[in-house]
């Protein structure tokens, strides 16, 4: 019986990386995981670390430190390598520093002959999504970033404690860049079928736009807080990053908020954001256009605008 080799390549194997791997096993989510990084004593040890939990796990996975050969037959390519921002380097000089470290993965991975999906998690990442579908040459439905996945489950466990629901029940999204410019259209927030405006009118007070606000505000700045407490993030990158895995492994046209480039839609061309899309087999089937109003509207422009900005100055 031909049984399906779900195969992952995880290039960058520090904090986000391997949070993600672990995710992986516990999860049972491929058959095959191959970890890349420039510093390959690292990927060896990590290699063995997780073979060392095989036996916990339930799982049969194959894990192993590789090269860029390895990701010929691979069906997602993952990024979360990067430089980290030196003291008193411009976000410009950072993110110019980060394109060559993409050069030098992304080429030799196409190099391979690899056909699958890449996924980005590297920051900012709509803009190094943006750079790996520039340097792969691939179709952009089939690169995609971790977008506001993240934000956007920040957001439904909030809003969750918030209303005193279940956050699987809350469905609202954060979109725009994964940074200052993201925000929550509100008017398209739901409980269940019932909208959160309408949950507010109703409740005389106890849940007011206020409150909301300021709950988008804490989805905003959560990045910063858990920097400054514990100097990186990665549990919840590598969970997000997981969901997405599965969503494509699995072919299972879910709705997940990644960095997808837009072609049209929201009046916008040509720019890598974060906007609610179906996940398949194929990458990103659709970009899903919700019903903004015109201030949400300006609002995912100024912050389109932002990335095309970034984008484009890094050819000055
Ligand atoms: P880290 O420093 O722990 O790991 C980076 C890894 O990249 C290291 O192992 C390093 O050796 C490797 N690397 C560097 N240059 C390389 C190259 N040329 N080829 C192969 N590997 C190379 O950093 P981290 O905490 O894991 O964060 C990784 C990235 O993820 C950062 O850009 C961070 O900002 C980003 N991040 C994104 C999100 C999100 O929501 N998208 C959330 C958290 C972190």
């Not at 420039?38 to 590789?66: T, W």
């Not at 903004?292 to 990335?307: I, P, V």
Request: glycine fraction near 8%.
């Amino acid at each position: 019986m031909k049984r399906d080799n779900r195969k992952i390549a995880l290039i960058g194997t520090g904090m986000v990386g391997m949070s993600y791997a672990y995710a992986l096993l516990n999860q049972s989510v491929c058959d095959e995981l191959v970890l890349i990084d420039v510093n390959r004593e690292r990927a060896v040890g990590e290699a063995m670390d997780l073979n060392h939990g095989l036996a916990f796990s339930g799982s049969s996975m194959k894990i192993y430190a590789g090269s860029y050969r390895d990701c010929t037959d691979a069906d997602i390519a993952v990024i979360c390598a990067g430089v980290a921002q030196k003291p008193g380097e411009s976000r410009l000089n950072l993110l110019k520093r980060n394109m060559t470290v993409f050069q030098s993965i992304v080429d030799p991975i196409t190099a391979s002959g690899f056909n699958g999906i890449f996924l980005v998690a590297t920051n900012p990442v709509d803009v190094m999504t943006h750079i790996t579908c520039a340097i792969s040459g691939f179709n952009p439905r089939r690169v995609l970033g971790t977008g506001t996945a993240l934000d956007t489950a920040r957001l439904r466990y909030l809003l969750g404690e918030y209303l005193r629901v279940d956050p699987r029940n809350v469905h609202a999204y954060v979109i725009g860049e994964h940074g200052d410019t993201e925000f929550v259209p509100w008017s398209q927030a739901m409980v269940a079928t019932k909208s959160v405006s309408a949950l507010c009118d109703e409740s005389h007070g106890s849940v007011c736009a206020g409150d909301l606000e300021k709950i988008s505000e804490e989805v905003r700045t959560a990045a910063y807080k858990i920097i400054e407490a514990k100097n990186a993030t990665y549990y919840g990158i590598g969970m997000a990053m997981t969901r997405i895995t599965k969503a494509i492994l699995g072919d299972e046209h879910s709705v997940l908020t990644v960095s997808a480039m837009l072609r049209g839609e929201y009046g916008q061309n040509g720019v890598f954001v974060g906007v609610p899309c179906i996940i398949n087999q194929n990458g990103i089937q659709r970009v899903l256009t919700l019903d903004l109003n015109d201030e949400e509207l300006k609002k995912l422009d100024q912050s389109c605008q932002t990335l095309k900005r970034c984008y484009e100055e890094l050819d000055d």
